[in-house]
Nanobody, 125 residues
């Protein structure tokens, strides 16, 4: 089993920044993909960003390009999401996820095998 624990959420004013972290533990894999998704009240969970853990290739949703950056610290085994220029529409619960299949489409929610409990991000106007 894999456990994913997110942290770093909170309340921030529009234009502000937050950095989310995700700490995976438990079973390890040689090659995998990790991603961030978010879900606002009354809406479906949506892709935000993903990273191929070994190669470092990154993917970002159009809605966050230029504002959010996904990264990882291989030594510390931590996943990050740096969020700048936050907007009220970024308000959502943010989830960290892990996909065991390195070659799966990283943008597709259904390809992820493990999920964290999420951390709430609220952006006030």
């Amino acid at each position: 089993q894999v456990q994913l624990v997110e942290s770093g959420g909170g309340l921030v004013q529009a234009g502000g920044s937050l950095r989310l972290s995700c700490a995976p533990s438990g079973r390890t894999f040689s090659r995998y993909t990790m991603g961030w998704f978010r879900q606002a009240p009354g809406k479906e969970r949506e892709f935000v960003a993903a990273i191929r853990w070994s190669g470092g290739n990154t993917y970002h949703a159009d809605s966050v390009k230029g504002r959010f950056t996904i990264s990882r610290d291989v030594v510390k085994n931590l996943l990050y999401l740096q969020m700048n220029s936050l907007k009220p529409e970024d308000t959502a619960r943010y989830y960290c996820a892990l996909c065991r299949n390195y070659y799966s489409d990283p943008l597709t929610l259904g390809n992820y095998d493990y999920w964290g409990q999420g951390t709430q991000v609220t952006v006030s106007s």
